[in-house]
């Protein structure tokens, strides 16, 4: 039913764990199967130089979220974000039609990371012009 990769990645998950002082982070969850995708993210200029996972999930989600953590670290946030929901699987050698939606959290709990740390920037950067003002 799963790929060598996926069992592999499910066995031995890489990027377990959370980022204390992550610049972003991004949880998404399933509310058909309850599953929950949290990953952080630590940035430098504009690259990912940390990401981590934590999911409370399937086997295949736990697979998808290890994957997309290999993938994303070292990227740009712009080649990050374009990682796709079936990039993820392709690279993972496919997953059962029925476990598809697993891929999904991946790549948007990576998605909202970045969202997340893009907001923040934002409120940073706002904060610290409004203290320029007065
Ligand atoms: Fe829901 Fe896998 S069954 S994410």
Known sequence: MYSDKVMEHFQNPRNVGDIEDADGVGTVGNPVCGDL???YIKV??????????KTFGCGAAIATS???TEMAM???LEEALAITRDDV???LEGLPPVKMHCSNLAADALHAAIDNYRENKTKIKDICSACEEE
Request: charged share 40%; no cysteine; aromatic share 4%.
């Open 37 to 39: 995708m949290t990953i």
């Open 66 to 68: 290890s994957m997309v």
């Open 74 to 76: 070292g990227k740009t």
């Open 89 to 91: 699987a392709d690279e």
């Open 44 to 53: 430098k200029d504009d690259v990912i130089e940390d990401i981590k996972f």
